[in-house]
């Protein structure tokens, strides 16, 4: 049962654009959203996170987008570049869970 | 500060066969996870420790699959006898407790034949 839903699977985007994934929950005691960056051979990295009483926060080029009516959330890469061609893995989870729910993961390449 | 420590990095063995991965969590960081990911897939959470008693194990084949973490520090996973879905990375994260940033070991890639 995947309680984190993640798309698109794969993303190819020019250097310079906007990759954008997309992750939905149904779990509403989930109160902790993490985005995990991973390189080929590579153990998942935190890249960032937010809890529900923001709607967005920004890391350099990265932002997440959270709309908690929707149980939704996204990872928006501003000015994409090569080196950011990785795996991105959207989670969550809740205080009294612990346990981190990931999504299936999005390949993406960003292309010269 | 040294990252998880995982080995071996690679692992093949055939099936019913058994296996033994090893993981030293970042100094002072008191829980600790294991967890699988299968090809195309999410890590899925097999056990996590909390000191050296187990916090959630729930989704660990305990038919299986064993995990022990001795004087609260480094911890190993074993799977006695492998089966061939059992091919897999094997993960291990620490965090320094419970809800606290969870960082991730290199992993250990295992192929059952």
């Known amino acids: 049962q995947q309680q984190v839903k993640q798309s698109p699977q794969s993303l190819i985007v020019q250097k310079g654009g906007i990759s954008i994934i997309n992750c939905a929950y149904e779990?509403?005691?989930?109160?902790?959203f993490p985005w995990y960056q991973q390189f080929p051979g590579k153990g998942p990295a935190l890249l960032i996170a937010?809890?529900?009483?923001?709607s967005e926060k920004k890391e350099g080029r990265f932002t997440i987008s959270f709309n908690k009516s929707a149980k939704q959330f996204s990872l928006h890469i501003m000015d994409s570049q090569p080196g950011d061609s990785a795996t991105y893995f959207c989670?969550?989870?809740?205080?009294?869970?612990?346990?981190?729910?990931f999504g299936k993961g999005t390949s993406l390449l960003v292309t010269p | 500060e040294a990252g998880v420590a995982q080995s071996p990095r690679y692992k093949i063995i055939e099936k019913r066969q058994s296996v033994a991965f090893w993981c030293n969590p970042i100094?002072?960081?008191?829980?600790l996870y294991w967890y699988q990911q299968i090809l195309g897939q999410g890590p899925k959470l097999l056990i996590q420790?909390?000191?050296?008693?187990?916090?959630?194990d729930s989704q660990l084949p305990k038919d299986r699959f064993s995990a022990e973490r001795l004087k609260g520090v480094d911890s190993t996973l074993k799977i006695q006898p492998a089966k061939l879905e059992d091919s897999a990375v094997y993960l291990c994260?620490?965090?320094?407790?419970?809800?606290?940033?969870?960082?991730f070991g290199p992993g250990t890639r295992l192929l059952v034949l």
């Open positions: 420790f909390q000191n050296n008693g187990v916090v959630d």
């Open positions: 779990n509403t005691a989930f109160d902790y």
């Open positions: 994260a620490s965090s320094w407790t419970v809800q606290e940033t969870q960082y």
């Open positions: 100094s002072g960081h008191a829980t």
């Open positions: 937010i809890r529900p009483d923001v």
């Open positions: 989670a969550a989870t809740s205080s009294s869970g612990y346990a981190l729910n």
